[in-house]
């Protein structure tokens, strides 16, 4: 059995799961973790000479995270070390490991990088994602611009068009018509 750290005691009490809990348990499931790391395997470091190497999984989380969150290779490393979801993601326990660091990564990211492995990936994922629902091939992106008109505008009746109105922008306040556009996707 796992020995619990102080963290995971304080954590397992509060009974609410974070978005981003939530988000890394779905990416957790949905993962062919063996399968990529079978990929990678005859690529990665054998560890004849210098450190020993981490674990090919627990580099791609961690490269993974970092893609996520958008974060630098040092940016990972700390938040690891900051986010409980974010280690409880890697399964990292501090009482017997540290995270793996910066360097390492940057190494394990080329890697993929030099192999083309990351494209197989992640297209894998994303035929994954698309057949459970999570991602998204449409949409449309709409634009309320404002179209200033004089304040004394008036219309041919010599009245103030029902259409104009006044609205603030910022701090500001504005006098018009708003026109919506509307791109789809496609």
């Not at 986010?83 to 660091?101: C, H, L, Q, V």
Request: proline letters at 4%; hydrophobic letters at 35%; aromatic letters at 10%.
């Amino acid at each position: 059995m796992k020995q619990q750290t102080f963290s995971d005691v304080e954590y397992g009490g509060s009974g609410r799961i974070t978005k981003r809990e939530d988000f890394l348990d779905t990416m957790n499931e949905i993962i062919p973790w063996d399968e990529w790391v079978a990929l990678i395997r005859p690529f990665y470091f054998k560890g004849e000479r210098g450190r020993p190497p981490k674990g090919i999984e627990k580099m791609l989380r961690m490269c993974l995270l970092q893609g996520w969150f958008n974060l630098s290779d040092e940016g990972v490393e700390d938040a690891i070390y900051d986010s409980y979801a974010m280690r409880k993601f890697m399964g990292i326990n501090f009482i017997e490991e540290n995270t793996p660091d910066a360097t390492t990564l940057l190494h394990f990211r080329r890697l993929l990088e030099d192999n083309g492995l990351g494209a197989a990936m992640f297209e894998g994922i994303r035929k994954r994602l698309e057949s459970a629902g999570q991602l998204l091939h449409g949409g449309s992106i709409v634009d309320a611009t404002i179209i200033n008109a004089p304040s004394s505008s008036k219309n041919a009746d010599k009245q103030r068009d029902p259409e104009i109105k006044q609205t603030m922008k910022g701090k500001e306040w504005k006098f018009g018509m708003k026109i919506h556009i509307g791109v789809d996707a496609g």
